[in-house]
Each structure stands twice: as C-alpha cells, then as structure tokens.
C-alpha cells in the first residue's frame, strides 16, 4: 500500500471519503497524531489495531467535533460532564462516560465505560465533521513506540501500512490528552495530561491523581503496556548531579550518550552532548516526543533530567517515567 501524506482541504475531503469506505486514516490534533476509523464499523475498528499493532484489550478514545455528537454514544450526560465540556471541550480532555449501544464493544475493548474527546485543532474538527461519523482513534505509532507530533513521525511507523497522513503541521501540546474516570465515586485521572489536575480540582473539587509509575494492573487498562519507549535505552536522573555521573558512567563503557536537559542548564553540561529540551515547561512538553525520536536515532543511551512533579511536568514525567521503564537515576 502506498501511504500518502497531503495536507489542506484536498486531504480533508480524501481522508472523509477513506474513512466513509471503511479505511484508517492518519490526522493531526493538537495533543498528538491520531489513527482514525469509523466508531461505529467493527471492521475499521480492527484496521486500527493492525496497522498499530495494538493488543485489542487497550481500548480507543472516540473523537467527536462538537458536544452534540456525544449525546447518542453516551447513556448519561450529567451535571459534570456539562461543566468539565463548558471548560475544556475543546480541549486535551478525554472524558470516560458509561457506552450507549452505539458503541461497538470493539473500541472500548470490552468495557463498559467509553472515553469521548473533541479535539482543539481546527484540521482535526474539520477532518471529522466531513466523516459524518464519530472517530475512533489511538496515537498514529506503531504499539509501544514514540506518539508522533508530526506527519514525518507518522510516515516512519505506518508507511505501507495506512493509505492516509492528513498533515497539519506539529502539534501544539505535543503530549497524550488527560483521561478523567467520572464513573467513581471521586473523580480519577488515569492518565495525566495538559488539562491538570490542578485545572480539573478548579471545577470539581476534588479529583484523584494518577501517579504515572509502572503497574501491572490499574481501572484503565491500556496502562500497564510498555509506552512512549525509545529504541535505545533511557533513564531519568533525579538531578543535573546525577545527569552528569550517569553521562560519565554510560560514556566510560564506551557509549554514545545524550543528556536531554533544560535550555538553562546547558552551561553546565561542560562538553557534554546534550539536547536542549526548551525553557519553558510548555515548550518541553510540545518537544518531548520529537527529542525522543531524534535522539534514538543519534546515540545508544538517553539520560533525561527529571523536569518537575507539578502541572504538565508531571503529566511529561508520567511519559518519561514509562519510556524509561521507571529508571531512574
Ligand atoms: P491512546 O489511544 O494511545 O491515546 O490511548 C488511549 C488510552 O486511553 C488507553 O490506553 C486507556 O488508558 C485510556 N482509555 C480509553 N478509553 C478508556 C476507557 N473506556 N476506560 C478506561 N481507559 C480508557
Ligand atoms: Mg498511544
């Protein structure tokens, strides 16, 4: 198969007419790239999770391009539901809500509960408005790999394997959407993301965190899958102090390694290779993927400096943590 990648209206109205016969196609949004198919075809449901190589038991976000078009995939829209969609839809907020008979148990692997997202971007809105069916769809990387930011990431994992990369340029947050489970009894995160659970308490209340290290068994069940791995080993180091002695342990057995730092820490790094993640905790989280695949390509070892524990910091650590199989250093 010969994967195209177009961009503007052109692959707008291609992408639709895709997806209407049953196919998957690529797209951008403003969290990460997105693998898209038919919410409601069982078939393309299934395209999803080959082209991936996804296990079936890791169920799919459903994307819809307005608060509408959840009403019929829902069997409940509470008074939550409408403040958390008046503040962050659309946004980087997936929220879970109990499946309507709509939903083939396909995308929701077998659970009861699905999780709807209307994404920011305006491409992305566009692109499922012209389906005329709500978009199931998991990040655009081959299973266990890197979430692509860019139609180029995508290219590399699914080239052959899809007929479509709609390209709408990098995406603007750059990490997975925050998972919200209002179906317990207190609000849960099951995966942070740019929508905080400092955001989310300023409307509930209270909500729970998730704390992002590596568990074998949680209530969202895409989680306990090695994630976001780079091809070549990585750690996290706790400080610059331990960044530096790792850099130096890694490069005495004769390795070639990367320090992923804050730009304002570079003065330290002393002729050390180093990869600026960006100043501000926004810009790090908008490079984090793109670094990660840049820098597999260009060394055998990866030491990321541990960036923060609140707001996006720990929705990027979360990332990191699992990329680097919870080492740290
Ligand atoms: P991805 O498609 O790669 O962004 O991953 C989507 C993730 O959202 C899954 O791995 C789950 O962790 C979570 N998720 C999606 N739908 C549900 C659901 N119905 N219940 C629990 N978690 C969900
Ligand atoms: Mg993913």
Do not use: W
């Not at 209270?206 to 568990?215: A, L, Q, Y």
């Amino acid at each position: 198969m010969i994967t195209k990648v177009l961009s503007g209206d052109v692959a707008i109205k291609e992408g639709a007419t895709l997806i209407k016969s049953g196919e998957v196609v690529a797209f951008p949004t403003e969290t990460v790239y997105g693998l898209g198919g038919n919410a409601l075809a069982p078939n393309s449901i299934a395209k999803i999770y080959q082209a991936k190589g996804r296990p079936s038991d890791n169920p799919l976000i459903v994307h819809v391009s307005c608060v509408e078009d959840i009403y019929p995939l829902v069997r409940e829209f509470s008074d939550v539901n409408r403040m958390l969609a008046d503040t962050f839809m659309p946004g980087a907020l997936t929220l879970l809500f109990p499946r309507s008979e709509q939903v083939p148990i396909e995308v929701t692997a077998g659970l009861d509960t699905v999780g709807i997202r209307i994404p920011s971007c305006a491409i992305a809105r566009k692109f499922i408005a012209a389906c005329g069916v709500p978009i199931a769809a998991p990040s655009a990387n081959a299973s266990t790999r890197v979430s692509p930011t860019t139609a180029a990431h995508v290219l590399e994992d699914m080239d052959g394997r899809i007929p479509l990369i709609i390209d709408g340029g990098e995406s603007e947050v750059g990490i997975e959407s925050t998972v919200l489970d209002l179906t317990c009894d207190i609000p849960t995160i099951l995966r942070p993301g740019a929508i905080t659970a400092e955001m989310l308490a300023g409307v509930l209340g209270e909500v729970k965190t998730h704390k992002g290290e590596v568990i074998s068994s949680a209530p969202s069940p895409g989680m306990k899958y090695k994630h976001y791995a780079t091809t070549v080993p990585m750690v996290i180091a706790a400080n610059m102090q331990s960044l530096l002695a790792e850099y130096d342990r890694a490069k005495s057995q004769g390795l070639d390694v990367a320090a992923l730092i804050r730009s304002q820490d570079a003065c330290m790094m002393d002729g050390r290779k180093y990869i600026e993640l960006g100043k501000t905790d926004m810009e790090v989280c908008k490079n984090i993927y793109s670094i990660m695949r840049d820098a597999e390509k260009s060394t055998q070892h990866i030491v990321c400096i541990h960036l923060g524990d609140e707001g996006i910091c720990r929705s990027v650590m979360n990332r990191l943590n699992k990329s680097a199989g919870g080492k740290i250093v």
